[in-house]
């Protein structure tokens, strides 16, 4: 251990309905409000405001194009246009009907990952579906490239490319694929066991920062109060915990000097009291600094 958990992180910005998604854009941190429909930014005072129309329901994400156009997740993919306007990106129709929750963009290679599940049954509290991870290609085709994802959520890549990293929340692990020139997926294997990820991101040493929970309070309705954020390094050793008094639900890792953590959550309930949960609006972003940056922008 490195000590950083003995800093307690400071509340830049609260009140929110339900957060999730946190990406540092701009110099200012990026997150989606959930239930809300808005994408917001904030700087590390506080002050925030509205980037763009979201989704109006629960489970998506954002991530940008290299070009710097933001994209949006949900029940299908959407770009936002320099205008503001936000059109569809490619049509996803043919790969899998489902609710596409996270991504991460390639920007070395321009294409945009994905993944998703019928989330129907999981927001209900139920058992969570097996997911898929589809590939959406620059030329805007898109194919499904893994399957059998146990609840798919958070995904970064290593900042040299080679690999996808995702997390499988229900299974308790992080999962690795090596990425193929063409985009394909292969080698899949347990890069990290012994988690319960949730959302995620890498430093500069290639270790990952993960939200963190007991796995029951994800798959059941017996609500757990308390969350952490964890730095793991391939094979699972913990090489830092940081406690937090509500989980986290996603990290990112920027800002100044790329040291400052992000974390975005709530306090949970159980599935049973989650509209009660949105109503007292218990979102919070929180951050904090630690020692191993982002890696370089690319």
Same mark, same amino acid.
């Given at each position: 251990?490195? $000590?950083?958990? %003995? !800093? *307690?992180? !400071? *509340? *830049? %910005?609260? $009140?929110?309905a339900f957060v999730e998604s946190a990406r540092w854009h701009d110099e200012r941190l990026w997150f989606a409000h959930w239930r809300d429909g808005e994408v917001i930014a904030t700087d590390l005072d506080g002050h925030y405001e509205v980037m763009a129309a979201g989704r109006p329901t629960m489970g998506w994400s954002i991530d940008w194009l290299p070009d710097g156009r933001l994209l949006i997740t949900g029940e299908s993919l959407l770009r936002q246009e320099p205008d503001g306007t936000l059109v569809p990106h490619a049509d996803l129709s043919g790969v899998a009907q489902h609710n596409w929750n996270e991504i991460v963009v390639d920007r070395q290679r321009g294409n945009v990952y994905l993944n998703g599940a019928d989330t129907a049954n999981f927001l209900a509290g139920e058992g969570p579906p097996p997911g898929i991870i589809a590939l959406v290609s620059p030329d805007g085709t898109a194919r499904r490239v893994a399957e059998d994802i146990h609840f798919p959520n958070g995904m970064v890549i290593t900042p040299d490319g080679s690999t996808l990293i995702i997390s499988e929340s229900f299974a308790g692990h992080l999962t690795a694929f090596d990425i193929e020139a063409d985009g394909a997926l292969t080698n899949r294997r347990v890069w990290a066991a012994g988690l319960a990820p949730d959302g995620i991101c890498i430093d500069a040493e290639g270790a990952i920062w993960t939200a963190a929970a007991d796995v029951r309070s994800r798959t059941g309705n017996d609500a757990d109060p308390r969350g952490a954020a964890v730095r793991v390094r391939e094979g699972g050793e913990i090489l830092d915990r940081i406690e937090l008094d509500r989980p986290a639900f996603s990290i990112a890792l920027g800002g100044p000097g790329g040291r400052t953590l992000a974390l975005v959550g709530q306090e949970w309930r159980g599935f049973d009291r989650m509209e009660e949960l949105i109503a007292d609006r218990t979102g919070q972003v929180l951050c904090v600094e630690v020692d191993v940056p982002a890696p370089p922008l690319t």
């Open positions: 251990m490195t $000590g950083l958990s %003995a !800093r *307690v992180p !400071r *509340v *830049v %910005a609260d $009140g929110f």
